[in-house]
């Protein structure tokens, strides 16, 4: 098992950028593959990207493609997202979550969650 903590949200101007941070305990996130996923007042919660156990492949949604980067550091058993040139329709709460498989390809498929953190972008 694997507790997940998120941070880094904050209020921001459109086109600034935040690290979203997700530190794990419990076990190391090189077992999992982590995803962050978003979900906005109103919608669905949706998938923004992932970093898959073992072969560290990164995959992402259209919509951030090129301005969002996820990365890990596993000596300091964390998980991050790099967001750049936000936009106001990236305001969400914004979640880390792990899953055993190595591509997960539905929300489902990931075990465990974090409280999430809000983003805020402002036009």
């Known amino acids: 098992q694997v507790q997940l903590v998120e941070s880094g949200g904050g209020l921001v101007q459109a086109g600034g950028s935040l690290r979203l941070s997700c530190a794990a305990s419990?076990?190391?996130?090189?077992?999992?593959?982590m995803g962050w996923f978003r979900q906005a007042p109103g919608k669905e919660r949706e998938f923004v990207a992932a970093?898959?156990?073992?072969?560290?492949?990164?995959r992402y949604a259209d919509s951030v493609k090129g301005r969002f980067t996820i990365s890990r550091d596993n000596a300091k058993n964390t998980v991050y997202l790099q967001i750049n040139s936000l936009k106001p329709e990236d305001t969400a709460v914004y979640y880390c979550?792990?899953?055993?498989?190595?591509?997960?390809?539905?929300?489902?498929?990931?075990?465990?969650w974090g409280q999430g953190t809000q983003v805020t972008v402002s036009s």
């Open positions: 979550a792990a899953s055993l498989r190595v591509e997960p390809s539905h929300s489902a498929d990931y075990l465990y």
């Open positions: 419990g076990r190391t996130v090189s077992s999992y593959t």
């Open positions: 970093i898959s156990r073992i072969i560290s492949s990164t």
